[in-house]
């Protein structure tokens, strides 16, 4: 058993271990030398490339895929209490370890640098940890996607640094301690769980509250919530700011795109840095200046990490180039919030120059189509057409009355150019009958809608 590796986790069994969380945690584990199994809902490339790491995963939940010699069960909060095998755990008397705190012991005796906020989470650790290893610090992460294959989620470096990606959607980010912290933006979403902005607030002062005596808490100069957050916090821990604001510490001078690039130049201890981010859009050259400011703060070279950056080009399901059918290009993206729609919509009109832009959009979750299904429409009137699916519930039940039909009617209301799509297969069709050549077509949303891209290019291809 390799050093760190807590002992109620040398057998861990993961319930919904394909998910992209719990899907890294098993990974590192199986790294360190545990004996890992799970079980997942349905077959995918996770679970096969979980196997490949030597992870026993099973397929559906049942309580006999509980293993008698598991040490622990690791669960997330989708995880229903009524589930055949965390049932199971409580009659063998086993103990139950929420993903978070898993997390948190991998963790112990590292430098981890935690990544938080609405928006741009994957994406800024992805840089971390993209960065980090092309400086050769060999960096152990934890990222909520996919770098370039299944599986590519999380390692176990040999360096003495963790980046992981911190979520606030359960307030689980209680959970670390991080020497530095990043805050993006602080907005209301995850409205199952949150009632109100000051409970947001509340819950990221407790984040930023459990950085280390002497840690550094890099925060958006930029974002609203991210600026009242800093006010709350009053100084209480030290803290580096960023963004295009004037009193940013590390200042934004300049984003440049450059086709599906950007040249980014900032003001940092009153000295010009030029590099580039090799991923379109202002949001995610933002991005990239929090983790230079993270990486700065931790002791590493502004010059070194900037070069370093350039070695990011992308995450799994973040502006994704699919393929290119009938003169066509689909782009994958994991937008789902309205914030996130409109960034990723006004990145891909910067870069498309005069294409049109057409979107397959999913909506995710009925708590947040409730509270911003008009807000969704409105940012949905950014492309030139769209179709709208029904809503992805994942572990959620219904809500009567709130379907897909609140993005629609507030996506005409705004003058876009909108189709309800209510069966999943016809998508294709519908998306291709709209297409002609030099279109850029977006699937986006967080749930399965991602399934549709390479069917949308099949049937673009029949053309």
Known sequence: MAPGLPVAM??????????????????????RGAA??????????????????????????????????????????AIRPDNPELV??????????????????????????????????????SM????????????????????????????????????????????????????????????????????????????FETFAARIVPGGTLVVSADHPGARELTRRLDGTVRTVTYGEAEDADVRVLSIVPQGLRSEVTVLLDDRKLTFAVSVPGRHYALNAVAALAAGVALGIPAADLSGAIAAYT???????????????QVIDSYAHHPTEMTADLEAMRAA?????????????????????????????????ASAVLDIYPAREDPIPGVTSELIVEAARAAGADVTAVHDRDE?????????????????????????????????????
Not at 13 to 29: D, K, V
Not at 132 to 149: M, Q, R, T
Not at 367 to 379: F, I
Request: aromatic content about 4%.
């Open 10 to 31: 040398d057998r861990p069994h993961f319930i919904g271990i394909g998910g992209a969380g719990m899907s890294g945690i098993a990974r590192i584990l199986a790294q």
């Open 36 to 77: 890992v199994a799970g079980s997942d809902a349905k077959e995918s490339a996770t679970a096969d490339a979980l196997r490949e790491q030597g992870a026993v995963v099973h397929i559906g939940h049942a309580a006999d895929h509980l293993a008698d010699d598991a040490t622990c069960v690791v669960v997330s909060s």
């Open 88 to 125: 199971r755990a409580a009659e063998l008397g086993l103990p139950v370890v929420h993903r978070s705190d898993a997390l948190a012991a991998l963790m112990d005796g590292l430098r981890p640098i935690a990544v938080a906020g609405t928006h741009g989470k994957t994406t800024t650790t």
């Open 128 to 203: 971390l940890a993209v960065a980090l290893s092309a400086l050769g610090l060999n960096p152990s992460y934890a990222i909520g996607g996919d770098l370039d294959a299944p599986g590519s989620n999380a390692l176990h470096g040999t360096g003495d640094i963790f980046v992981a990606e911190a979520d606030e959607s359960d307030r689980s980010f209680h959970a670390y301690r991080p020497e530095v912290a990043i805050v993006l933006n602080v907005e209301l979403d995850h409205h199952a769980n949150y009632a109100s902005m000051e409970e947001i607030y509340e819950s």
């Open 314 to 328: 992308g995450v799994k399901r973040r502006l994704q180039l699919k393929g290119e059918a009938a003169g066509v």
């Open 352 to 384: 498309a120059g005069g294409s049109r832009i057409l979107v397959a959009f999913q909506p995710h979750l009925f708590s947040r189509t409730r509270e911003l299904g008009k807000e969704m429409g409105r940012a949905l009137a950014l492309a030139d």
């Open 427 to 463: 998508v294709p069709e519908a998306v291709a009958g709209m297409a002609r050549p030099g279109d850029l077509v977006l699937t986006m949303g967080a749930g399965d809608v991602t399934d549709l891209g390479p069917r949308i290019l099949d049937r673009l291809a029949q053309q």
